[in-house]
């Protein structure tokens, strides 16, 4: 294999908003592989608001990325050569591949995935990491019980549009928290949520109250800051608190906002509790499963934002925190 | 009986700190009793840092007091006058009478207490609603297990105390954070704690990593502010924060601080959850007796600070909120 390998690696710890100086652009051969291993094209580049976390410097719930190291990143693609006896080439794969054209990896790095159940970047969607913590997060820590209301911010991203499904499929009343006219059109018309909140043009405090009358029983938060606050203001009695993300925070040069109205967790005897999608890895195959079917019967809508061009990665980068995106933001590596 | 009453009623919602003016003190006859009801001469009142929300305006877990109203208080006393069967004069009792000399209620707005068991303002410190709030919070939000880390800011405070206590006495590490010397050496020494944390002295986040070398397991949280973001930067994978009170932040002009660290819930798997005492109260007696069999057998301290002089009540509101007590805070009511 003579193909040049083309990778972003990390140059500098961001300050502030992502940009295209954070990576260097760099081009190498294609490695040799050995025994057990293979050699996989990446198709599409999953782009996580996680990535900004795994930038910064610091203790968190993995490593950071080092300076000088390929960008990490959820993948999906083909093998192309082998020497494993698990997969062969034509295999399609999954695994933290990194933002990089190809990828030599171990036959264990990846995991095979099922084309003719859904289109390859459905697995970095609804079928991947996302909806395997839109998954878990919401049942297993916000723990909705039916007739119970539902409100889930970022509500047109990867993971909230799968959160909302979800609670709509178990009975409950969803209400979606997003950024503009087409998010908002999107997740009631197409999705099926009962409501939606446009952040950008409504005051969320009197909107979370007009569609939540009896307060918020879960609420599943991905973007932190007011929204947060806003929520709060309206836990129902014993509400739950699923602390997936904080995105209005990841680029701020300032202190987060934390929660001035963490005080409701007390009068309403109430839980905020956060969690990470890796613990759920040994559950994922029966999560991936379960929403597989929904997808197939037509109950689950999964949504893809392709980017084309693999040298736009830094610019898709911050299409995504400016949310900007529907669905899933993925990046397609070839033509 | 021709007994005048003295009674502390609200005359304005405070700004910031409390103060006298906040106050009418007023002098009224007492009333005749009705079939069922006791005269009470209250002995003790008991000052609580929750009596600065219920001043204030706003839905909460009680209804605001009214301005006009006598001020809420737990307290004790004696009856002395009855027209019910089931309390005699001479029976010392419990009840929520509010900040005045003398009450009428009805037979079942009081519970007798045992004064053979406990003197008497034991009943509103560690055998009362504080005792209670550190028994169920501790035990029930907390969750301790034996060998874990346990935090209590406030510690040498009516709440604290207790919580360290009972944490010890379930095989736990425990770290108390607490304002000045005397209350350091008083939970250390007299109390048992592991070790104490002067928030006046000490760089709080260098001393938690010092005395908490594998995290915090367990944060009962009286204070809010910047211990909370600072134990928040600490806790272990798994950690279970109960939020009991903010004393730090019910006098503050501005906003409340939120905690700016909450996304270390993210990071650690980690649970917030606000409580309030009185959805335990069906089960405060089996708190009450296990807590009196400790202070019989000498495992659990008890102690009050008694400011005297009814007319003194709203200077000893002040004490409280400016952390000068050690132990549960009382005023005296008669001689």
């Known amino acids: 294999m003579d193909a040049v390998n083309h990778q972003f690696r990390l140059a500098a710890r961001p300050q502030g908003m992502v940009k ?17 291993q293979v050699l996989v094209r990446i198709a599409y580049i999953s782009l996580d608001p996680a990535m900004r976390g795994w ?12 300076i000088g190291e390929v960008m990490r990143a959820g993948t999906v693609g083909e093998v192309v050569e082998s020497r494993s006896r698990k997969l062969a080439v034509g295999d399609r794969v999954s695994g933290w591949l990194g933002v990089q054209q190809y990828a030599v990896c171990n036959e264990n790095e990846v995991f095979k995935v099922d084309t003719d159940a859904a289109p390859l970047p459905t697995y970095l969607g609804a079928l991947g990491m996302p909806g395997v913590t839109a998954y878990f997060g919401l049942l297993d820590i916000g723990a909705p019980k039916e007739g119970e209301t539902v409100v889930v911010s ?8 799968v959160v909302g499904q979800i609670a709509k499929l178990k009975g409950c009343r ?18 099926g949520f009962d409501a939606a909140i446009d952040y950008k043009s409504e ?7 007009e569609h939540c009358p009896e307060g918020v029983d879960v609420y599943f938060d991905n973007v ?12 129902a009695l014993k509400a739950r608190v699923a602390i997936c ?6 680029n701020n040069l300032d202190a987060v906002k934390g929660p001035s109205n963490y005080m409701s967790l007390l009068v309403n005897r109430a839980r905020m509790e956060g969690f990470v999608v890796i613990d759920y890895m040994g559950r994922a195959p029966e999560a991936v499963a379960e929403m597989a079917s929904w997808i197939a019967e037509g109950k ?6 392709v980017v084309e061009g693999f040298e736009n990665f830094p610019d898709a980068l911050q299409r995504l925190f400016r949310g900007e995106n529907v669905g899933k933001l993925v990046l397609k590596v070839g033509s």
Chains 1, 2 share one sequence.
Do not use: H, T
């Open 20 to 36: 295209r100086e954070d990576f260097d652009y760099v081009e190498e051969p294609v490695s040799e592989l050995a025994d057990g």
């Open 224 to 235: 932190g800051g007011e929204i947060l606050d806003a929520v709060l203001a309206r836990l």
């Open 245 to 250: 993300g904080a995105i209005s925070q990841y």
């Open 55 to 66: 930038m910064a410097e610091g203790r968190s719930y993995v490593p950071p990325v080092q």
């Open 174 to 191: 969803v209400v979606g928290i997003a950024g503009g006219p087409e998010k908002c059109k999107w997740i009631v018309d197409e999705l």
């Open 203 to 209: 005051d969320v405090n009197a909107a979370l109250r």
């Open 154 to 161: 970022g509500a047109a991203g990867a993971v909230g549009s």
């Open 300 to 305: 689950l809508v999964a949504r893809e934002e």
